[in-house]
């Protein structure tokens, strides 16, 4: 693609609010769109918030250097859920960012704008991050290809934490071949799929999935026919613990902020921040210390496995008008416990028709992850559910 048609399609479709500003950059590379928590050299991180200096970076985060190295041209930065915290891009200052499949409807988070801005042939493949489920669930109800790496493969230097012992970096794109490359550009890790087409071993974690809305459950039954169960790590406690440490440690990055601005947050992520306020030591404690052992145990579970599958998200895209509370655990319900254990996860859009619906593929290494997700990809054509 070349970044002047890349410009054009985000001028055409300015009203889906994907991104929140264009560079100047020129050239005939890879067109890339970077979500707005990562330092691009001159270019303002807003963090899509508006407490941060409006001061341009003095120069690239490590990440974006080793993109360049490969020839990616930067054509602007995404919108996002303020800060990274929440699941649909709703953002009080640069807008709702809308799903180009149904604009009534949210794109998801917090890498909305990067997931819009692939679905929508806006660039050709996009970063996001990815803490309780980022990346996956805008990929998810976008479309798109995303890919959340196994924890600590990609420098995030230069990039606002929201909390550093679960975010992760990692690449959204039209198909998995393109993401393939991409993480490959994005963390030095060599992923070649050429010539794989051995089938992997598939596993469902029994007890996970339940509460599906009626296209979501077409999806998953069409997939998931004839794969076995295994027992896993339980999904309550690695929901429970990862949000422990997600409202522990996003507080503590905010509070100053939070305390002497409060107005200038929107109100839910505000909500967010104080509650970590409160979370008793105890209850940090506990999470914290766990952490190591539930990691171990989710691996230990698939030693005779390549990838488990399972939903990206329980249900569809929701309307930006009946959005509540519920819906955060709703679209979280399956992405967070996967921070939690630190695998690299890809989500694949299922093969149906409508609204789109994303299914997880879990793996053992980043690589094999990948591999699992091109097998699925190559299956899953033709199929219709």
Known sequence: MLIQEARRRISEQAHLHAFISLSAEEGEGTVVAVKDLIDVRGMVTTGGGILLPDKPAAEDAPVISRIREHGAVVVGKTNLHE??????????????????????????????????????????????????????????????????????????TGVIPLSRSLDTLGPMGPDVATVARAFGEMSGERVALEGERRKPRLAIPAGWVSGLDPDTQRAWELVSRGVPE?????????????????????????????????????ADVLDLIRHGFEVPEATSLEAFGAADELRAAARSAMAEIDALILPATPIVAPPV?????????????????????????????????????????????????????????????????
């Open 321 to 385: 008008a009946a959005l509540g509370k519920e819906v955060r655990e709703q679209l979280t319900r399956f992405t967070r416990p996967l921070n939690m254990t630190g695998q690299p996860v890809v989500v694949l859009p299922a093969p149906t028709s409508g609204l789109p619906v994303g299914i997880q593929v879990v793996g053992r290494t980043n690589s094999g992850a990948l591999a699992a997700a091109a097998w699925l990809e190559m299956e899953w054509r033709g199929l219709a559910g």
């Open 83 to 156: 800060f990274a915290y929440g699941v649909t891009s709703v953002n009080p200052h640069y807008g709702a960012v809308l799903n180009p499949h149904d604009p009534s409807r949210v794109a998801g988070g917090s890498s909305g704008g990067s997931a819009v801005a692939v679905a929508a042939g806006m660039c050709d493949w996009a970063i996001g991050s990815d803490t309780g489920g980022s990346i996956r669930i805008p990929a998810a109800l976008c479309g798109v290809v995303g890919f959340k790496p196994e924890f600590g493969g990609i420098s995030l």
């Open 230 to 266: 295994i027992e896993f790590a339980d999904r309550g406690v690695l929901f429970r613990n990862g949000l422990t440490i997600l409202l522990v440690e996003a507080a503590a990055f905010h509070r100053r902020w939070a305390t002497e601005h409060p107005e200038k947050y929107g």
